[in-house]
């Protein structure tokens, strides 16, 4: 208990003293731009998922990807198969799309995604919007892939500096254009506190809503008709956007080493056959299910080899994918039975080798073995 005669007094550094007792805990009163901070969300490193395109021919694409959909950190697969789908002739228009992941830009052009379901959607709505508008000019031409990619990283960051708006600058009364201007009204202290939120934003925000997405289809530049593939990959690793029409595949989400690596075994390039791709795309698809979050169910697409040929496997009337499970089943079954077989071979092997070098160390312990000895003779007796 204090007396009549203590003191409280308050040092500098938020110490208490004239309690001598007692220990406080050092505090400092933060600014009040300092408190100012985005919604953090849940971290996701690489998108649960996969997602994969091919070139073959030099003139036709092939892609296919998993259901698995991504929502903050929720992951779920929908059972699209449980979904009726309408009577559609080949070749026809894009077809019917039940697959959220596969989200046709135009006939030609086609986005593969990965990461915030609700960011890819918000983001490809936008840049469908624009593309259409971009279409109704004159004179009619086909839109590149190229454009459709440079569309695509403009939309992204338009939502980002949406959400920037509303985290940092709507509460303060202010936005991107006000904030310039008046900075000559503001002091250096409050201008680089914000800046420094805006710095913690555009981490936080990779952080949060990282998103992989590939960008294929078939276009004619000058005169040029070409099968393109592009990989935009945005995180806190950095922002990549990778052409992958010289190597002829591209890969996206947590399945996307182990789709690419059936590629490189293969010996893939842009100018394999059709059928050889369309197996190796499925085949690739369904041993990267073995990375975590990549779900069994596959979907995949053709275009090409004329542009505004896009259309589902799944909708094409004479075409079965249950024939590519049976092939992917009997390499699986063909390959544990190749694979045993040379484990057997293999532990045969190492096992004489271990008998050999037994046998020739115990040859080196004893050289020289005794050799059995044969009993005496009598000395033949002499005539007398």
């Known amino acids: 208990m204090l007396n009549a005669k203590s003191t409280l007094s308050f040092s500098g550094r938020g110490r208490i003293s004239g309690l001598p007792h007692r220990k406080f805990r050092k505090f400092r009163l933060l600014p009040w731009w300092e408190t100012v901070r985005p919604e953090r969300k849940f971290k996701r490193k690489v998108p649960l998922t996969v997602c994969i395109a091919a070139i073959c021919g030099k003139n036709s694409i092939f892609g296919a990807c998993d259901r698995m959909l991504t929502s903050g950190d929720i992951e779920f697969e929908p059972a699209l198969d449980a979904i009726s789908k309408p009577i559609i002739s080949y070749p026809g228009s894009m077809g019917f799309n039940t697959n959220a992941k596969i989200f046709p830009l135009t006939n030609s052009i086609v986005a593969l995604t990965a990461g915030d379901s609700g960011l890819q959607e918000e983001i490809l709505q936008s840049v469908c919007a624009v593309i259409q508008s971009k279409l109704q000019e004159p004179p009619p031409r086909w839109y590149t892939v190229r454009e459709a990619v440079d569309v695509y990283l403009w939309c992204y960051d338009l939502a980002k500096a949406k959400r920037a708006q509303s985290a940092i600058y709507a509460p303060l009364g202010l936005d991107k254009k006000t904030f310039i201007e008046r900075q000559g009204q503001m002091s250096d202290g409050f201008v680089s506190e914000i800046t420094?939120?805006?710095?913690?934003?555009?981490?936080?925000?990779?952080?949060?809503?990282?998103?992989?997405?590939?960008?294929?289809?078939?276009?004619?530049?000058?005169?040029?008709?070409?099968?393109?593939?592009?990989?935009?990959?945005?995180?806190?690793?950095?922002?990549?956007?990778?052409?992958?029409?010289?190597?002829?595949?591209?890969?996206?989400?947590?399945?996307?080493?182990?789709?690419?690596?059936?590629?490189?075994?293969?010996?893939?390039?842009?100018?394999?056959?059709?059928?050889?791709?369309?197996?190796?795309?499925?085949?690739?698809?369904?041993?990267?299910?073995?990375?975590?979050?990549?779900?069994?169910?596959?979907?995949?697409?053709?275009?090409?080899?004329?542009?505004?040929?896009?259309?589902?496997?799944?909708?094409?009337?004479?075409?079965?994918?249950?024939?590519?499970?049976?092939?992917?089943?009997?390499?699986?079954?063909?390959?544990?039975?190749?694979?045993?077989?040379?484990?057997?071979?293999?532990?045969?092997?190492?096992?004489?080798?271990?008998?050999?070098?037994?046998?020739?160390?115990?040859?080196?312990?004893?050289?020289?073995?005794?050799?059995?000895?044969?009993?005496?003779?009598?000395?033949?007796?002499?005539?007398?």
Do not use: W
């Open 196 to 384: 420094k939120q805006l710095q913690r934003f555009d981490s936080i925000f990779a952080d949060s809503y990282g998103v992989e997405t590939i960008l294929t289809g078939i276009d004619e530049d000058g005169g040029l008709r070409r099968p393109h593939i592009y990989s935009v990959i945005k995180s806190t690793r950095g922002d990549v956007v990778t052409c992958c029409d010289s190597v002829g595949f591209a890969a996206i989400g947590s399945g996307a080493r182990h789709a690419e690596s059936q590629f490189m075994m293969a010996g893939h390039t842009p100018f394999s056959e059709l059928p050889e791709t369309l197996f190796l795309t499925y085949l690739a698809k369904k041993r990267s299910e073995v990375a975590p979050g990549v779900g069994e169910g596959t979907d995949m697409f053709a275009i090409g080899p004329q542009p505004g040929s896009f259309a589902m496997l799944g909708n094409i009337p004479d075409f079965d994918m249950k024939k590519l499970e049976s092939l992917h089943k009997l390499v699986e079954k063909g390959q544990a039975n190749i694979f045993k077989k040379a484990k057997s071979e293999t532990k045969a092997y190492i096992d004489n080798m271990f008998k050999v070098r037994a046998s020739q160390l115990q040859q080196q312990q004893n050289p020289n073995p005794p050799t059995e000895l044969e009993p005496p003779t009598s000395p033949a007796k002499q005539p007398i």
